[in-house]
């Protein structure tokens, strides 16, 4: 299936062909995480920064149009706890030092709805003038964040006294931690999560979307990903869109993406060792 055909540009795309769209520049990208040391040039890696901000803005779409918020989030938490065990199981079986294998786009995307669905929270309590709602939503805001933080401190606290206790202890207490979804040690951390929550903010405001984008990768310069910037160039296929879901390919991503991340990580791992 053509994507860009002069057809489907003509009628917009759907969300499945703007998701081909990103996992076309996803698997660019981690073309040169894994295979970097073999020559694949920095550019795919400028390509792939288009990547996380088409996910979410179709993670937006999804907790609009999903029949079930419940098992919507509930997909993007499995993906993220299997992806947690597999990466660690293949890792310690076929460790790499020339690939750091932390990519786990799953967490990103639950962060990003649960906040999604506290907003609505936050904003249906505003509306119907409840104090009560609204503390409970901002509560609940405030729980990532401090449950991030918290596996910071307890991090640092262990490697604090990695002297005196078990490297595989704290490797199993860090793993643990890693479990529990949170704001701060998500792929791409809290500006990637607070861009799909003003997608899903202004969903019907396609101009505030491309400005929101737009601030974001402009707050990125001075990261230490010196091409982050590039995301914004992202804002190109949002107005393609044409609000359709498009046919087929429902559970396409979640069996697609952890598939060629480990595919691509086990054939560097044969190449490098």
Not at 4 to 13: F, T
Not at 22 to 48: A, R, S, Y
Not at 85 to 112: D, H, Q
């Amino acid at each position: 299936m053509n994507v860009l055909s002069r057809e489907n540009v003509m009628k917009g795309l759907s969300g499945n062909q703007l998701k081909i769209i990103g996992v076309i520049l996803m698997v660019i990208d981690h073309l040169h995480q894994m295979f970097w040391l073999q020559g694949v040039p920095d550019w795919f890696t400028w390509l792939g920064r288009l990547s996380a901000p088409i996910f979410l803005f179709l993670c937006a779409e999804g907790m609009v149009h999903t029949s079930s918020r419940k098992k919507y989030l509930l997909r993007l938490l499995i993906g993220f706890e299997f992806m947690n065990v597999m990466s660690r199981l293949i890792t310690y079986f076929m460790p790499n030092e020339n690939v750091v294998l932390m990519n786990n786009i799953f967490g990103t995307l639950f962060v990003a709805a649960l906040y999604m669905v506290f907003t609505d929270m936050l904003v249906k309590g505003v509306k119907d003038k409840k104090p009560g709602k609204i503390i409970f939503s901002a509560l609940l805001m405030l729980l990532p964040l401090v449950i991030g933080l918290l596996n910071l401190w307890v991090i640092e606290s262990l490697l604090k006294y990695e002297p005196a206790l078990p490297i595989k202890f704290i490797q199993a207490a860090v793993f643990a931690l890693g479990l529990i979804p949170n704001l701060i040690f998500v792929e791409g951390g809290f500006a990637i999560v607070f861009l799909g929550v003003l997608f899903y903010i202004f969903r019907e405001k396609l101009v505030m979307r491309i400005i929101a984008l737009a601030v974001v990768a402009m707050l990125s310069f001075g990261t230490s990903d010196t091409v982050q910037w590039m995301m914004v160039f992202a804002a190109v296929f949002f107005p393609l869109y044409n609000g359709e879901r498009g046919g087929g390919g429902k559970y396409f991503f979640y069996v697609f993406y952890p598939a060629h991340i480990y595919v691509l990580y086990i054939a560097a791992w044969f190449i490098y060792r």
